[in-house]
């Protein structure tokens, strides 16, 4: 009600400072009308409800300012927050009970929970990402545990105690969930995991439709925010709610509009929703990571991840300002550290201890005859490992004898200092990365010599790397024996570990590789070395005396030693060796 009242007086019209009264001429206007009165049970002008009392937790506040329900943007003392909706994700849940952070002791299904125990503290029974109760068979790999496809069932790839099984066929790798991929028996007869099938392909043979999301197989939904075009009826949208009024409805379908603004689901990681034709046109998600205000915080950095407004976190999947990884988990030891920082890689390294040269052996002509002097060869490199002036290292990045692979660097010419153990560090020689391929079971079969490429007058005998075991990839090796660098292609080098699941030792290990004719001719022995001190390689090998070769005036001798590969003349060379486990600076 507004009401003007005029007042002329007299003897007040000396402006007195302390005078409270009004004086003449002075105009008060009063256009704000008396204040609601809040319990009189008549909704007036600044009230949202008046049940006719003054007491809140009935359904309208005390001040008469709330309707008391969650997602009305008022923060009642029974709720945890209000963002002014009643969708989950966003920093505040569906029911205003939980601000969806791991450790608040509510367990918040709707961003990935699984547990909360008031923590994010791992270990407990509930991991620090709160997304395992850390037990073998919750689905999620725990510290300590090698595979969870979410059972305790051995013959799925995954056994009892959540350790890779070994297997001899697909088969028995199978752990039953089609959308992870199929999972296959790898070369190193342990089982290897699948590669997850598209989001939204159909799974599963029950009464529902079922499709996978993230990897699981679920029964589709209207509001699960993937867009089943294979439901019935087919969806046209799912903006993860089943809210009316925001362009896509309750049953997942295009709603009907006159202006752009009957389609706005004032969702600000999401634009473009327009009205066409008297139906909704919803429009795409803006970029992951963009800015925006999930939970009203200003504390918090808020960011649109799949078209929605999500709290940044670490094991979101995204790598957001001031993280160096994220790889949708908080668990360290997967390449992406708990604190969604990248480790430093722990390197386990090997110093071959001994090497010895099989076959091919080298020939010296002393006068009339022709000698073997492969003993002779094989002396000089024991006594270079021995003095630490030969050093040739295998650098495992990390050494997990479970994994089917393992990085690697085959380092020849190495920096060694002798102790207990030896301590070591990259030189100036050569590094070859490659890598280690491991076969577990004791009669698996890492390396084996070709017999067809060895010369059967040889009394060495060439070594079998078996289980456990590595082999690397096909490489070109220079391999430094202390006589000579050589460029050995198709080489590989593979050994047996000694010492459990953290070796010490590397036995019957081999190396071998092929030296073609051309690359024999062009390798030049060290001048100070006895014997073959400035000789040409080929010169030392047993090619049945042609020109340039090994004793070719020497007559009677008819050893030869080469073989062909990929179309060109040369030699495979085989070497033994063992190594122990070093101390690695990098």
Known sequence: MLAALVLTGCGDDTMDPTDAGVDAGEVIVDDAGPPPECGNDEVETGEVCDDGNTVGGDGCSAA???????????????????????????????????????????????????????????????????????????????????????????????????????????????????????????????????????????????????????????????????????????????????????????????????????????????????????????????????????????????????????????????????????????????????????????????????????????????????????????????????????????LFQPLNLARGTNPTEIVFGGSCMPGTPDRCQIGTGSTVATTANNMLPAAAVCLAPDASRLNPSYSGTVNTASGPCFVTDEQTFAVDFGAALINLSAAQMAGTYVGGSTPSRVVNGVIVGFLSETEAQSITFDATLPLVGGDTMYEHLAANRAPGSACETVAGFDVDDRDTFAGESGFWFYMNFEAERVDWTP
Request: aromatic share 2%; proline share 3%; hydrophobic share 20%.
């Open 64 to 394: 008469c300012d709330s309707d008391e329900t969650c997602g009305n943007g008022v923060l009642e003392l029974d709720e945890a927050c209000d963002d002014g909706n009643t969708m989950s994700g966003d920093g505040c849940s569906a029911g205003c009970d939980s601000d969806e952070s791991c450790g608040n002791g509510v367990t918040d299904l709707g961003v990935g929970e699984i547990c909360d125990d008031g923590n994010t503290t791992g270990d407990d029974g509930c991991s620090a990402d709160c997304t395992s109760v850390e037990s073998c068979g919750d689905g999620a790999v725990d510290p300590g545990e090698e595979c969870d496809d979410g059972n305790t069932t051995d013959g799925d790839g995954c056994d009892s105690e959540c350790r890779l099984q070994t297997c001899t066929g697909d088969a028995d790798c199978d752990d039953g969930n089609p959308c992870n991929g199929t999972e296959t028996c790898g070369s190193t007869m342990v089982c290897e995991s699948g590669t997850p099938i598209a989001e939204g392909d159909a799974c599963g043979s029950g009464a529902g439709r079922d499709i996978c999301v993230g990897g699981a197989c679920v029964t589709s939904a209207c509001g699960d925010g993937y867009v089943d075009t294979g439901a019935t009826p087919a969806e046209q949208c799912d903006d993860f709610d089943t809210d009316d009024g925001d362009g896509c409805d309750s049953t997942c379908q295009l709603e009907m509009c006159t202006v752009d603004g009957d389609c706005d689901d004032g969702n600000e990681c999401t634009n473009g929703h327009s009205c066409g034709g008297g139906t909704c046109v919803l429009g795409t998600a803006v970029g992951d990571g963009t800015l925006c205000e999930a939970d009203t915080s200003p504390g918090t950095r808020d960011i649109c991840l799949g078209g929605r407004c999500l709290q940044s976190r670490c094991g979101d999947g995204y790598v957001d300002t001031g993280e160096e990884c994220d790889d949708g988990n908080t668990m360290s030891g997967d390449g992406c550290d708990a604190s969604c920082t990248i480790p430093s890689v722990p390197i386990t390294a090997f110093r071959v201890t001994s090497l010895e040269l099989v076959d091919p052996h080298f020939y010296a002509e002393l006068g009339p005859s022709c000698n073997d002097i492969t003993e002779t060869v094989n002396t000089l490199i024991t006594s270079s490992i021995r003095d630490y002036s030969l050093n040739a290292l295998g």
